[in-house]
């Protein structure tokens, strides 16, 4: 079963821009960095010269002896079985991050040798240089690749309601036909989240048996990651607040709370093994802002802030919700005060919006979920996990600040009404498409 990334039109994009650099492609282990490269290479390119730093550790002698790019490119062809040749040949260099010195190499790469496409995949990379690594800024391209998206496991799983979904261009109400047909696919989806190998144990094997320990599996690969690349010391401390995170969301106000990770914590002993898991990846920080004001960044109160993962699916199985919860209505949008739906609302944001969300409270009145700066407007949004659509808090901050436009993620049909819109939450990938529609036509009255 092949998973179409939206990732790899921009790939092409890259290959075919006038400027190119070698290109890192950024994001958690097991997210698909090195299929899409591979994947990429095949459609687009004579052959492919694939090369891991992990699995091959003598590879890093070439970049050891001699920074002359060419002579790097005699040795690869050597070891590849024939010539690399320009423009023709895609080379990727899989776990960069194991080589300091191939990393460093890409500065000469695209000074002296652009004329070669080099991708590099690459997790972990600020262990790397938290080790002491030579980086070649501004010689580099970087692209981040996440979970695979709602949209692109709804083309797998019913091509048909893909299309469907896709040829929406006007803001009405979707047919029941249609509509509660794809409640029931992101039903699936919460099961699986965007991992690729656990989406083929759904949908291409149908084994969720299987589902399960491809996610376990994942886990147990992320806490040995705690133990590889981390100090003995700070080991515990991630895994105290990556367990942590379900708890800290169950709760109605979702602040993150260092007692809640152990209740001696404090911030000053586990903030930077927060960093550690926010930086590799695995982790968002949503600040609250204390003024929806431009730019959000500017008014972010650092003592406030909520912690999510990177991945639905994986916060399920980390929560150990049984799949058997798909049967029971909408318990798996609901579960522990909806905060898987607001993980996936804000996956999905992460990727279409510049810049992670903020989240607005006005103490203990009312605390709107996200806030997006974008196209110079402040757009709040709420999160519902059901159809039950009243909100306390969106009324409050729109009497306060009349915001042109205001975002509800609901199980509710689409609909736009004087400046609230309601978006259902299997669209949350076209978020960005609806809203520019708006601005630009409707004007958001």
């Not at 650092?302 to 639905?312: E, G, H, I, R, W």
């Amino acid at each position: 079963m092949i998973i179409q990334r939206a990732d790899i039109n921009n790939l092409i994009a890259w290959k075919n821009s006038r400027g190119r650099k070698p290109l890192i492609l950024q994001g958690a282990r097991q997210v698909g960095k090195t299929w899409l490269l591979k994947n990429f290479g095949q459609n687009e390119f004579e052959s492919v010269a694939y090369f891991n730093f992990d699995g091959q550790p003598e590879l890093k002698q070439f970049f050891l002896i001699t920074k002359d790019t060419k002579r790097i490119i005699q040795n690869l062809s050597l070891v590849h079985g024939k010539s690399i040749l320009p423009e023709k040949t895609l080379i990727i260099f899989d776990e960069i991050q194991e080589c300091r010195d191939a990393l460093n190499a890409l500065k000469y790469f695209c000074e002296d040798s652009p004329e070669y496409c080099i991708a590099c995949a690459g997790s972990l990379l600020g262990i790397a240089l938290s080790r002491g690594a030579s980086f070649p800024v501004g010689k580099v391209d970087f692209m981040q690749i996440y979970p695979v998206s709602f949209s692109e496991f709804l083309s797998v799983a019913d091509p048909s309601l893909s299309k469907y979904l896709n040829s929406i261009k006007n803001l009405e109400p979707i047919p029941d036909i249609f509509f509660h047909p794809l409640v029931d696919k992101f039903k699936m989806y919460f099961l699986s989240g965007g991992m690729p190998e656990a989406i083929v144990a759904l949908l291409d094997v149908g084994d969720v048996s299987l589902m399960q320990t491809v996610l376990q599996n994942i886990l147990n690969a992320y806490s040995l990651d705690f133990s590889k690349h981390v100090a003995n010391k700070d080991i515990p401390k991630i895994n105290y607040i990556w367990t942590s995170l379900p708890s800290q969301l169950a709760r109605v106000n979702k602040k993150f709370l260092y007692q809640t990770v152990k209740s001696s914590a404090r911030a000053r002993d586990y903030e930077d093994a927060l960093l550690w898991l926010i930086n590799e990846g695995l982790a968002y920080k949503v600040n609250c802002s204390n003024k929806p004001a431009m730019p959000l960044s500017a008014y972010d109160d650092l003592s406030a802030f909520k912690v999510y993962t990177f991945d639905v699916g994986l916060l399920r199985r980390l929560s150990r919700l049984d799949p058997l919860a798909i049967a029971e209505g909408n318990r798996l949008f609901t579960e522990f005060k909806g905060a898987l739906t607001e993980n996936y609302v804000l996956e999905s944001l992460v990727q279409q919006f510049e810049g992670t969300p903020r989240y607005w409270n006005s103490g203990n009145k009312a605390e709107v979920d996200f806030l997006i700066q974008y196209r110079n407007e402040i757009i709040p949004i709420e999160v519902k996990s059901d159809e039950n659509i009243r909100s306390k808090s969106l009324a409050i901050y729109r009497k306060t600040y009349s915001p042109k436009l205001s975002i509800r993620f609901s199980l509710r049909n689409l609909k736009y009404d004087d400046g609230l819109l309601n978006i259902p939450l299997f669209m949350a990938d076209y978020t960005k498409n609806i809203v520019d529609d708006l601005l630009n036509t409707y004007q958001c009255r």
